[in-house]
């Protein structure tokens, strides 16, 4: 026999064939493995490139929107050109934290406990700091359980969906948060608005990259079409799953179920002996 080929991706299915049989289908998926991997290899570069070039423009904007010898006629296009180049840092941003979660290789350690609980209230600090409408925010935490798993990319995953209820509701529709133990032990974590809601033929679609109900309202409140991906990639990490219910004109809750085998009672704290 060939040696084996480390890099050879076998697809395995067991299907059930008749009463009491079944068949068992093997495919080569190896190329498409790799042309993913190139795909997600080309994004990352080109994201990673565009960053510096990106963050001199922006600078630049940045200064001249502060100038007050600027001629009056440039102000508005120099205001739209500062939006529009911090639109592409948003973009390039979700671009690279997509593409980094699908990377088998970067897998980050996935136990460290990390204390939910202080990571959604500083979430919430952080949202209402950023939040230009001002929407109310409530929060509340029903139980200090705690996660195994990835801070950073929970705190990036909640804080879009915290994101989202603020950019699809009206001003100063509150919005709710909630942490709590569900009845099997595992964590959920709930995101509640008030606001336009998604028609239910939408709801399988809204985790595909850039797939919006209506690009136009969320290109104008500096969305990506990228949230949404980000959310659904951190909690397949995590083993968790993503639970929307929605009604138009009505709102949407967002939950992030995690299984019991991922929490924890509390943070582990270091030790203070000298
Ligand atoms: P975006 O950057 O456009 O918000 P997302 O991936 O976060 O991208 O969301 C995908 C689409 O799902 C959005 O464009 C919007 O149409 C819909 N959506 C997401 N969250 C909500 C919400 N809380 N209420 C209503 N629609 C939402």
Redesign the pocket.
């Known amino acids: 026999p060939s040696p084996v080929d480390p890099t050879r991706r076998l697809m395995l299915r067991i299907v059930p064939y008749g009463d009491e049989q079944y068949l068992m289908l093997i495919r080569d998926v190896t190329r498409l493995h790799r042309l993913q991997a190139m795909r997600r290899d080309f994004v990352a570069n080109a994201s990673h490139e565009l960053r510096s070039p990106l963050t001199v423009l922006g600078g630049y904007l940045d200064s001249m929107v502060e100038d007050r010898d600027l001629d009056p006629a440039w102000r508005a296009p120099v205001r739209q050109m500062r939006a529009q180049c911090q639109r592409m840092n948003n973009l390039v941003n979700d671009l690279l934290e997509l593409s980094r979660l699908e990377t088998e290789e970067s897998d980050a350690p996935m136990d460290s406990p990390v204390d939910m609980p202080a990571l959604i209230r500083r979430l919430g600090r952080d949202a209402v700091l950023a939040d230009a409408e001002a929407h109310p925010l409530d929060i509340d935490i029903e139980t200090e359980r705690c996660l195994h798993g990835v801070e950073n990319e929970l705190y990036s995953a909640l804080s879009?969906l915290v994101i989202?209820?603020f950019?699809?509701s009206e001003a100063e529709r509150p919005v709710s948060v909630r942490w709590h133990e569900a009845d099997d032990g595992g964590l959920v974590f709930e995101v509640q608005?008030r606001?336009?809601?998604?028609d239910r033929r939408h709801l399988p679609f809204?985790t595909q990259r850039f797939?919006?109900?209506?690009s136009s309202h969320?290109r104008a409140q500096g969305?990506?079409?990228?949230?949404?991906?980000i959310v659904k990639h951190v909690l397949k990490r995590h083993g968790a799953e993503l639970d929307v219910e929605?009604e138009p004109g009505v709102g949407?809750i967002?939950r992030c179920v995690f299984p019991s085998e991922r929490a924890c009672a509390t943070r582990q704290r270091r030790s203070s002996a000298v």
Do not use: Q
């Open positions: 879009n989202n209820a950019r699809y608005d606001g336009v809601g998604i809204i797939y919006r109900v209506d969320s969305g990506t079409g990228l949230g949404l991906a929605s949407s967002f």
